[in-house]
């Protein structure tokens, strides 16, 4: 499949490196495109996509990122071929039956290292491919952990390698989550408000700040441009930490 997979992956990973905005996603233009009719398990997109399935159902449930980056891998990979729309629905039917079982995930693993024995290199990103799905909704869970052991060691990945690439992503999204912790600090401490104040007492600071800053209001009072500029600033402050703080609690 050529440089597809290593496309695919740079993608998808600067997706998930930018807090994964779909909308800047940039889809892959091959010029040379492939006409490809038979079993999908006999090339690298449909192995690919059935590995995916393993990783994604692995802990029991499929978040709503990890569908997300199914939607754009099959959209992407379906784009290398002639009869585009015709592999995309059949890449999609693969992944539905596929994750509904685990026993041939070695088989799997078995075709795909057939097709790249020679390509280290390519292996090894598929392996990062699928240890950032297992990673992208922030939990690594021990069967997560086990079944993409279990492909690493399929596909002859150094374990040092695999360790290395597991300790990345826990690295990153560990840095994340202290990240937004941060930033949800600064949101509560903006409003004058606590974590434990519920969300009543939340929206009444909101309200009580929107008036008190509002530029429209603070112009009626006669201030200088300078003034309401400032006010303006601030109101776009307080509504971002109010949305932040909403958006945490699922509201």
Do not use: W
């Not at 060691?153 to 360790?163: A, G, V």
């Not at 603070?218 to 909403?246: F, H, P, R, V, W």
């Amino acid at each position: 499949m050529k440089i597809l997979v290593l496309l695919v992956i740079g993608f998808i990973l600067f997706l998930i490196a930018r807090n994964y905005k779909t909308e800047k996603f940039q889809n892959i233009n091959l010029k040379i495109k492939e006409k490809f009719e038979g079993d999908l398990l006999n090339h690298e997109a449909g192995l690919l996509v059935a590995l995916m399935a393993k990783v994604a159902k692995a802990d029991g449930k499929v978040c709503e990122l990890e569908a997300e980056l199914l939607k754009h891998t099959l959209n992407d990979i379906s784009r290398h071929f002639e009869n585009a729309d015709e592999i995309r629905d059949e890449l999609k039917k693969l992944y539905s039956k596929e994750k509904e079982s685990f026993d041939n995930t070695m088989e799997i693993c078995e075709k795909l290292y057939s097709l790249t024995k020679y390509d280290y290199t390519k292996r090894a990103k598929i392996m990062e491919y699928l240890l950032n799905l297992a990673f992208i909704d922030k939990d690594f869970s021990d069967t997560e952990r086990m079944i993409t052991e279990d492909i690493a060691k399929s596909l002859k990945i150094k374990t040092q390698d695999f360790e290395n690439l597991v300790n990345t992503f826990k690295a990153f999204y560990a840095q994340q989550a202290q990240n937004n912790a941060l930033s949800l600090d600064k949101a509560y401490e903006i409003l004058g408000v606590n974590s434990s104040d519920d969300d009543s007492a939340i929206k009444k600071a909101y309200r009580t700040l929107v008036k008190k800053h509002h530029p429209d209001i603070i112009a009626g009072s006669g201030a200088a441009q300078n003034i309401i500029d400032e006010a303006t600033t601030k109101l776009q402050e307080i509504n971002e930490a109010y949305e932040l703080i909403k958006k945490h609690r699922g509201n």
